[in-house]
């Protein structure tokens, strides 16, 4: 074999740059959401705890929303650092990624877990006449309601927004982003070269 051969069709995707980029982002995007999960467990069962709220006839938990919550931050905090290192391998300021980071995070989550889930349970409910709890699909026994698929279709959007965010506006690399103070000491130095 020849050292000038090109590297074949897997090979050649496994060493390109963007889809390392995508393939890490989806990678550490499944372990965050097992670390939200995992999170939200231990401490569902570590306290029992019941803060219960009455809103209106409803009862409800706000424990279960503080769980809810503190898992939210411990899987940011873990997709920030595993995004930071091992997806877009940036090396700028920390304080000001991170609450980027979040900014943007917060964005996705109301916008499209809160707000597009809504919308899209509303719709299919009284629009399409499909209540939330029936079965559309059973997988070894396991019954997958309509509500899921709708958590399906969102979490889709939440992924590219949040990569979309991650890519142009947090994890910014000088190459990548804006290059003006480059620019700017690589003048300068071709002034000092010209003059001497």
């Known amino acids: 074999m020849s050292t000038n051969e090109q590297p074949s069709g897997l090979k050649k995707l496994m060493q390109n740059k963007k889809f390392q980029e ?5 990678v550490f995007g499944v372990l965050t959401t097992v670390v939200n999960l995992i999170t939200f467990f231990v401490l569902k069962k570590a306290f029992h705890c019941e803060w219960p709220v009455k809103i209106g006839s409803w009862d409800f938990n706000l424990f279960i929303t503080f769980i809810n919550a503190v898992a939210w931050v411990v899987a940011v905090v873990f997709a920030y ?7 877009f391998h940036t090396k ?4 000001k990624e991170f609450i980027a980071f979040v900014i943007a995070r917060l964005f996705t989550f109301f916008a499209f877990e809160l707000g597009l889930f809504s919308l899209a349970v509303m719709v299919m409910e009284n ?3 499909l209540p939330q709890d029936d079965v559309f699909l059973n997988i070894f026994g396991f019954g997958i309601t309509y509500l899921f698929v709708v958590k399906l279709f969102v979490a889709f959007f939440v992924v590219v927004a949040n990569y979309i965010f991650s890519k142009i506006f947090i994890f910014k690399n000088p190459k990548d982003g804006d290059t003006s103070s480059e620019k700017a000491l690589s003048a300068e130095a071709e ?3 010209s003059q001497s």
């Open 191 to 193: 002034e000092e070269s």
């Open 81 to 87: 650092v595993t995004n930071k290192l091992y997806v």
């Open 22 to 26: 995508i393939f890490w982002y989806f």
């Open 92 to 95: 700028g300021n920390i304080l």
């Open 127 to 129: 629009a399409m006449g």
